[in-house]
C-alpha cells in the first residue's frame, strides 16, 4: 500500500506541476509564434537568440531551485536559503551587466534589446528561490501556481509590446518588468515551509557547482540557435530558429517529471528507483513527441506563415533534438541530487564537439540540426549509463522533517 500511495502522491504532483508548466510554456510558445510573424524573418533571428542567450544567463536560477529544493529535503533553515538566493542574483546581475556589451557585438544585437534580455536574469534567480522551497517541500499545488504565474508575467508584457508594433528592446524589457512584479510577491506567497529545520550552511559553491551542470544542459539545448545565428544567413537563422521551437516542446513540455521526482533523487534510499522511473516516463514522453511532430509538420506554414515552409521536414528531428535533451536533464538532475556533479564533464565534452562541428563544418539548416541530434544522442546514453551504474541506496541525509515532508505528498 505505501508504494501504491507514493505512486498516487507523485501522479498527483505530476499533474499540478504539468498544468502549471504547460501554463507557462504555452504563453512561451505563444511568444516565439507571434513574435515570428510580427518581427518577420529578417527581424525574429535577433530576438530569437536574445532569448536563448537569457536562458543561458539563467542558468543559476535553474541550479539555485535544485539545491535550494535538495537541501530543503535535508532540513536547511528558511532564512539562511534566502540569504543564498540574494547571493547568487547579485552575483547574476554583475555578470549581466559586463556580458551586455559583449554579446550585443557576438550576436549583432541592439545594446537595449540585449540589455532587456540579460537584466532579467537577477529577477528570475529570486524566483527561482521560491519556487526550490516550494518543491523541496513538496508543496506542488502551490508550486504549479507560481510556475504559472511567473510565465503569464514574463509573457505576457511581452506579448502586448509586440502586438502595439514594438521591437525586440521594448518586448524584452516589458517582458523583465512583468517577471520583477511577479517575483515582488513571490515570498509572501510562499511563506515559510514547515519543513525547514536544521542549521547547515550552504554556500554560492554549492550553487556553482550545481550551475556549471545546468549550464552544460542549457547550453546543449540553445547554443544552436545561437551559432545559426553566427554562420547562416539571415533568412535561414530565422528559420532554424522557428523550427528550435519544437526543441524547446520537446525539452521543457516533460520537466514535471524532474520537478516531482527530484527531491526522491536527494534522499539516497530513493534516488535509483526515482532516476530509473524518471528515465523511462521521459524516454516514453519523447517518443511521442518526435511522432506528433512528424505527423503534424505540414501545419507549420499554417502557423508561422510560408516563409518558414523550408524546415518543415525537419520538425521531427528538432523535436527528436529536444526528447534526448530532456531525457539527459533527467540524469543530470540525479548527479545534482547526489552531488556527484563531476558527471557533467561529459556534457560539456558533448557541447565542445558540437560547437566546434557546426562551426567549422555544418552551413545549412539540416548539417546544423543533424549535428545538435547527433550531439544530443551519444551525450545522453554515456551520461544516462554513468548516472544509472553510480545511483545506489544509502543513509537518509539529517533533517527528517524535510524526508517526512517527502512522505506526505
Known amino acids: 500500500m ?12 505530476m499533474t499540478w506541476v504539468t498544468v502549471g508548466a504547460i501554463t507557462a510554456n504555452a504563453g512561451g510558445y505563444l511568444l516565439y509564434v507571434l513574435a515570428s510573424r510580427w518581427l518577420g524573418v529578417s527581424g525574429y533571428s535577433e530576438f530569437a537568440s536574445l532569448l536563448a542567450a537569457q536562458l543561458v544567463l539563467c542558468v543559476p536560477a535553474l541550479a539555485l531551485q535544485t539545491v535550494v529544493a535538495r537541501e530543503v529535503v535535508r532540513g536547511q533553515q528558511l532564512e539562511a536559503l534566502r540569504r543564498l538566493t540574494l547571493r547568487c542574483a547579485g552575483l547574476v546581475a554583475v555578470l549581466a551587466a559586463l556580458l551586455v556589451p559583449v554579446l550585443s557585438v557576438i550576436l549583432h544585437a541592439g545594446v537595449l ?12 534567480v529570486v ?17 504549479a501556481v507560481l510556475l504559472a504565474l511567473a510565465g503569464v508575467g514574463r509573457i505576457a508584457p511581452a506579448v502586448v509590446a509586440l502586438g502595439l508594433g514594438a521591437g525586440s528592446a521594448v518586448a524584452l524589457i516589458a517582458s523583465a518588468v512583468g517577471s520583477f512584479a511577479v517575483t515582488v510577491g513571490a515570498r509572501r506567497y510562499v511563506g ?5 529545520t536544521v542549521a547547515i550552511t550552504t554556500t554560492v559553491r554549492s550553487v556553482l557547482m550545481a550551475s556549471q551542470v545546468q549550464l552544460a544542459l542549457i547550453a546543449l539545448s540553445s547554443v544552436d540557435v545561437m551559432i545559426a545565428r553566427i554562420v547562416l544567413e539571415g533568412e535561414s537563422a530565422s528559420r532554424y530558429a522557428a523550427g528550435a521551437v519544437v526543441t524547446k516542446v520537446a525539452f521543457w513540455l516533460p520537466q514535471a517529471v ?13 534516488s535509483a528507483r526515482a532516476l530509473r522511473s524518471a528515465l523511462a516516463i521521459l524516454g516514453g514522453l519523447g517518443a511521442v513527441t518526435v511522432a506528433a511532430a512528424a505527423v503534424g509538420a505540414p501545419l507549420l506554414p499554417f502557423i508561422v506563415g510560408d516563409a518558414y515552409a523550408p524546415v518543415q521536414g525537419l520538425l521531427w528531428a528538432f523535436a527528436a533534438n529536444g526528447a534526448l535533451l530532456t531525457i539527459l536533464q533527467g540524469a543530470l538532475l540525479a548527479a545534482i541530487a547526489g552531488e556527484r556533479t563531476r558527471l557533467a564533464l561529459v556534457a560539456w565534452l558533448g557541447l565542445a564537439v558540437e560547437i566546434a562541428v557546426m562551426l567549422a563544418v555544418a552551413r545549412t539548416v539540416g548539417e546544423l540540426i543533424a549535428t545538435a541530434v547527433s550531439t544530443a544522442l551519444v551525450t545522453t546514453t554515456v551520461v544516462c549509463a554513468l548516472a544509472l551504474a553510480g545511483t545506489r541506496s544509502g543513509v537518509a541525509p539529517s533533517g527528517s522533517r524535510g524526508i517526512a515532508a517527502l512522505r506526505r505528498t
Request: charged residues 15%; negative net charge.
Open 192 to 196: 515559510s515551509p514547515d519543513a525547514v
Open 258 to 270: 524532474g520537478v516531482v521526482l527530484y527531491p526522491r533523487m536527494a534522499h539516497p534510499q530513493e
Open 2 to 13: 505505501a508504494v501504491s500511495a507514493d505512486s498516487r502522491s507523485a501522479v498527483t504532483g
Open 113 to 124: 534589446a540585449t540589455a532587456g534580455a540579460l537584466l532579467a536574469a537577477p529577477v528570475l
Open 127 to 143: 524566483l527561482s528561490g521560491e519556487q526550490g522551497l516550494l518543491q523541496g517541500s513538496g508543496r506542488f499545488r502551490e508550486l
